[in-house]
């Protein structure tokens, strides 16, 4: 009742009451062998020995335990959060729960990732959700030389910002990147506002530009094969 009335997230209480419920367990065993008479002085050396065994034996155990506690009052991953773990970001998942001695991320294709709460702290992380819900989608595409820059950049503006999945909260923009020898290269930030549909969202927007490509009698270029011949000697 005392946690309900404070502003601790649920992941947080959950860790108190069970960090409290072994503490309380091992103190009704100490006054348990108290009570039956056994003389707990000399269960002391014998203690210390179990400590530092078990201090070896579980360190592991103990680090995952410290990092949740630490996850939990930082707000660090939470509950319904997406995330991008590793270095080459190969892991993306929604967090399902934070527990005692790991977190536990559902993949989108339904896969349960069981992570240790230390390799969350020492892992690099990118959490999609942390301060709000709107996640960028960037999508890369080659454009003929030949083709309306400006005209383009407009219609294809007005494509991402009448998209159903399109943020009423972020600008979506075409950019420019270069070219190279087939076409000029742009890149397209289109911002939606529930992560869940990132999906969808980047299936929908390619099938409305491809409409566009389509009514407009527009193709991509195509990688172009270059052939040398080598002179016999």
Request: glycine share 6%.
């Amino acid at each position: 009742k005392i946690l309900d009335t404070t502003h601790i997230n649920t992941n947080t209480k959950a860790l108190f009451v069970k960090f409290f419920s072994i503490i309380l367990l091992s103190i009704a065993c100490l006054l348990g062998l108290s009570y039956l008479g056994l003389d707990l002085k000399s269960l002391t050396i014998f203690g210390s020995a179990l400590v530092v065994g078990l201090g070896f034996g579980f360190q592991k155990l103990v680090s995952n335990i410290l990092s949740g506690i630490t996850i939990s009052f930082e707000e660090i991953v939470k509950e319904g959060d997406i995330i991008l773990i590793d270095d080459k970001r190969e892991l993306r998942g929604v967090v399902k729960s934070v527990n005692m001695r790991y977190v536990l991320v559902r993949e989108f294709d339904a896969k349960d990732i069981i992570i240790p709460n230390d390799t969350i702290l020492t892992s690099n992380i990118c959490n999609l959700t942390h301060s709000n819900n709107s996640l960028r989608i960037r999508l890369d595409f080659i454009i003929p030389f030949d083709i309306d820059i400006i005209t383009f950049q407009k219609d294809i503006t007005e494509i991402m910002n009448g998209n159903s999945y399109s943020s009423k909260f972020e600008e979506n923009i075409m950019h420019i990147e270069g070219a190279n020898e087939i076409g000029i290269k742009i890149f397209l930030l289109f911002w939606i506002d529930n992560p869940f549909d990132i999906n969808l969202a980047r299936t929908n927007l390619m099938l409305d530009i491809l409409k566009y490509f389509k009514q407009n009698n527009l193709t991509l270029p195509e990688p172009r094969t270059k052939f040398s011949f080598l002179k016999s000697s």
